[in-house]
């Protein structure tokens, strides 16, 4: 208790802005007490103003009061300095190199504790007292302390800069938008780092979906290392099998088999590696972007958030894989060297001679598909564009192929197309001549009621009417339904509503080997309506299949795209 009493006399006993013993204690008219120097150098700096004010309590005074050393004062701040305790905060309390000081402190100052963005000046714990007592500065806009105050300062009228011009990207005051800025797109700062904020935002999500993909990539990746390992792990084990069974002879033919599936199988695996190494690159320099902008999200000075906020470099577009085709389905890995030796087994010397290139040959095709980014924008679809016309042998007798083969329309009259096992006898369905494979791209124009846009395996049934014949309704065929009002998708006679812009042209992605099929809506811009990952087990065709009796007149075109 006692120790509490001397620590009450000495914050009694202490200068309010130097926060130190008192030396030569004054007192103004208002009662409170200074140190002679300090009030004297906070009066000096209000000489021009021609009033002088209380630091504490801001009562002002004309003319500037005479000052008079208090005895009084002096003696007990004496006395209390013979106790040997000091009024000095603790060294940590003082505001080093890399802080931010206190603005009114005098001598040594203190940390500031907040930064007020009106007043533009830092305050330590004492001198913030009157934000929060008296009503005026409680409105005060107070952040963490900042070294960048002035920053907010207009250097042309010395306002506070509480505006954004949009028209010149650049914060202003309140004159300059009534003087050199004036009819320019003016909004509050406040406004603008709404804005920005919204923006900001937008691409972290951006970022994190990303990191998701990343990710997700690296994951399948992982996945298709321990494929190839199990398929060459197969591969050897087997080929150890069928050696052991062979005369001394085969041997050394054995030996070779093995080191070259290793061989080979350290090279897939280390192209598969090296692409996982990037992507785990790429994952944590998304990361770290991310916190830089978490970071700035979290600033509270506008001004200073609109300052930095230029200073971040756009998000650079991705060069590597994307996860949409990573879902990888290669026809073999190091199986055909198991058939390969097989074969050997079975033969004598002289034929071992002559099949050892093929065992040398099945063990370095190996090749897995490594992912490529889907295409992005129409230009780059546009790459994988096919030249595809429509095959008479298919197309039913009320449809008229025209323009090349490439346009097909709705007649009332049969065709003069002979008799053909390919045709379709009772739907209004047509295939493409060329088979599709690798990636390909191409895009359907129709007209009137509506169509739909299919791709089918060459073996979907042709005769009748079933599910077994229909675009979409069975497990060889897939196909998009589009009318003026809405689309379908279908397979295997189940359907999914698409929901997208309306247009009548429709854009078809094929990645055969990747088992992707996209389908778009093309106008000014191209939106994807519906994508398949699958396996494809065999070449697909290009189909349109019309509603029926009551598609008379209406058309659809395989579009020359190159």
């Given at each position: 208790?006692?120790?509490?009493?001397?620590?009450?006399?000495?914050?009694?006993?202490?200068?309010?802005?130097?926060?130190?013993?008192?030396?030569?204690?004054?007192?103004?008219?208002?009662?409170?007490?200074?140190?002679?120097?300090?009030?004297?150098?906070?009066?000096?700096?209000?000489?021009?103003?021609?009033?002088?004010?209380?630091?504490?309590?801001?009562?002002?005074?004309?003319?500037?009061?005479?000052?008079?050393?208090?005895?009084?004062l002096a003696v007990l701040v004496e006395e209390l300095k013979k106790t040997g305790l000091?009024?000095?905060?603790?060294?940590?309390?003082?505001?080093?190199?890399?802080?931010?000081?206190?603005?009114?402190?005098?001598?040594?100052?203190?940390?500031?504790?907040?930064?007020?963005?009106?007043?533009?000046?830092?305050?330590?714990?004492?001198?913030?007292?009157?934000?929060?007592?008296?009503?005026?500065?409680?409105?005060?806009?107070?952040?963490?302390?900042?070294?960048?105050?002035?920053?907010?300062?207009?250097?042309?009228h010395d306002e506070v800069m509480k505006m954004f011009c949009r028209t010149d990207q650049?914060?202003?005051?309140?004159?300059?938008?009534?003087?050199?800025?004036?009819?320019?797109?003016?909004?509050?700062?406040?406004?603008?780092?709404?804005?920005?904020?919204?923006?900001?935002?937008?691409?972290?999500?951006?970022?994190?979906?990303?990191?998701?993909?990343?990710?997700?990539?690296?994951?399948?990746?992982?996945?298709?290392?321990?494929?190839?390992?199990?398929?060459?792990?197969?591969?050897?084990?087997?080929?150890?099998?069928?050696?052991?069974?062979?005369?001394?002879?085969?041997?050394?033919?054995?030996?070779?088999?093995?080191?070259?599936?290793?061989?080979?199988?350290?090279?897939?695996?280390?192209?598969?590696?090296?692409?996982?190494?990037?992507?785990?690159?790429?994952?944590?320099?998304?990361?770290?972007?991310?916190?830089?902008?978490?970071?700035?999200?979290?600033?509270?000075?506008?001004?200073?958030?609109?300052?930095?906020?230029?200073?971040?470099?756009?998000?650079?577009?991705?060069?590597?894989?994307?996860?949409?085709?990573?879902?990888?389905?290669?026809?073999?890995?190091?199986?055909?060297?198991?058939?390969?030796?097989?074969?050997?087994?079975?033969?004598?010397q002289d034929v071992l001679r002559e099949t050892w290139t093929n065992i040398s040959r099945?063990?370095?095709?190996?090749?897995?598909?490594?992912?490529?980014?889907?295409?992005?924008?129409?230009?780059?679809?546009?790459?994988?564009?096919?030249?595809?016309?429509?095959?008479?042998?298919?197309?039913?007798?009320?449809?008229?192929?025209?323009?090349?083969?490439?346009?097909?329309?709705?007649?009332?009259?049969?065709?003069?197309?002979?008799?053909?096992?390919?045709?379709?006898?009772?739907?209004?369905?047509?295939?493409?001549?060329?088979?599709?494979?690798?990636?390909?791209?191409?895009?359907?124009?129709?007209?009137?009621?509506?169509?739909?846009?299919?791709?089918?395996?060459?073996?979907?049934?042709?005769?009748?009417?079933?599910?077994?014949?229909?675009?979409?309704?069975?497990?060889?065929?897939?196909?998009?339904?589009?009318?003026?009002?809405?689309?379908?998708?279908?397979?295997?006679?189940?359907?999914?509503?698409?929901?997208?812009?309306?247009?009548?042209?429709?854009?078809?992605?094929?990645?055969?080997?990747?088992?992707?099929?996209?389908?778009?809506?093309?106008?000014?811009?191209?939106?994807?309506?519906?994508?398949?990952?699958?396996?494809?087990?065999?070449?697909?065709?290009?189909?349109?299949?019309?509603?029926?009796?009551?598609?008379?007149?209406?058309?659809?075109?395989?579009?020359?795209?190159?």
């Amino acid at each position: 208790m006692a120790q509490k009493g001397v620590q009450l006399d000495r914050e009694t006993f202490s200068c309010s802005i130097c926060l130190d013993l008192l030396k030569d204690p004054v007192t103004v008219p208002c009662g409170h007490s200074y140190c002679m120097n300090c009030i004297q150098t906070h009066w000096d700096k209000e000489d021009e103003k021609r009033v002088y004010s209380c630091p504490q309590c801001r009562q002002t005074f004309t003319p500037r009061p005479a000052l008079l050393k208090s005895t009084m004062l002096a003696v007990l701040v004496e006395e209390l300095k013979k106790t040997g305790l000091q009024a000095a905060p603790a060294d940590h309390c003082y505001a080093g190199a890399e802080d931010v000081a206190c603005d009114v402190c005098t001598g040594r100052k203190l940390k500031a504790c907040k930064s007020c963005l009106q007043c533009l000046a830092s305050y330590c714990e004492k001198h913030l007292q009157l934000h929060s007592e008296l009503d005026p500065l409680k409105k005060h806009k107070l952040v963490e302390p900042s070294k960048k105050l002035q920053e907010n300062i207009c250097s042309r009228h010395d306002e506070v800069m509480k505006m954004f011009c949009r028209t010149d990207q650049q914060s202003i005051c309140y004159l300059c938008s009534v003087d050199e800025h004036k009819g320019h797109d003016t909004v509050s700062a406040a406004a603008e780092r709404t804005e920005r904020q919204r923006e900001l935002g937008v691409s972290r999500q951006n970022i994190q979906q990303r990191i998701q993909d990343r990710e997700k990539d690296v994951k399948l990746l992982q996945q298709e290392v321990e494929a190839v390992n199990r398929s060459a792990d197969k591969a050897v084990e087997d080929s150890e099998k069928i050696f052991t069974q062979l005369i001394r002879l085969m041997e050394e033919r054995r030996s070779d088999v093995k080191q070259q599936v290793r061989s080979q199988q350290e090279a897939e695996v280390s192209r598969v590696r090296e692409l996982q190494e990037k992507l785990e690159q790429e994952i944590t320099e998304l990361k770290r972007r991310d916190a830089d902008l978490e970071e700035l999200s979290l600033t509270e000075d506008h001004n200073q958030f609109l300052h930095d906020y230029p200073s971040l470099s756009p998000l650079s577009e991705s060069t590597d894989s994307d996860s949409s085709i990573f879902l990888i389905h290669p026809l073999r890995y190091f199986e055909d060297v198991t058939a390969a030796v097989s074969e050997v087994r079975d033969q004598l010397q002289d034929v071992l001679r002559e099949t050892w290139t093929n065992i040398s040959r099945t063990v370095t095709e190996v090749d897995v598909l490594l992912p490529q980014p889907e295409p992005k924008t129409r230009a780059e679809f546009l790459q994988y564009s096919c030249d595809i016309t429509l095959d008479p042998n298919t197309a039913y007798t009320l449809l008229l192929l025209s323009d090349g083969k490439r346009k097909a329309t709705v007649m009332t009259e049969n065709q003069s197309y002979s008799s053909h096992p390919d045709r379709f006898t009772d739907l209004f369905q047509v295939l493409s001549r060329e088979s599709l494979t690798g990636r390909c791209y191409w895009e359907v124009e129709w007209r009137g009621g509506g169509v739909f846009v299919a791709v089918a395996y060459k073996n979907i049934s042709r005769a009748g009417s079933g599910d077994e014949c229909v675009f979409g309704y069975n497990d060889k065929s897939w196909a998009l339904r589009c009318d003026n009002n809405s689309y379908n998708f279908w397979y295997n006679s189940v359907q999914t509503r698409v929901s997208g812009p309306l247009s009548s042209r429709v854009g078809v992605y094929l990645d055969h080997r990747a088992g992707i099929l996209s389908f778009y809506s093309i106008s000014e811009t191209m939106t994807l309506l519906h994508r398949v990952q699958t396996t494809f087990t065999q070449p697909l065709y290009a189909g349109l299949w019309f509603y029926g009796w009551l598609s008379y007149g209406d058309t659809a075109e395989l579009c020359k795209v190159k």
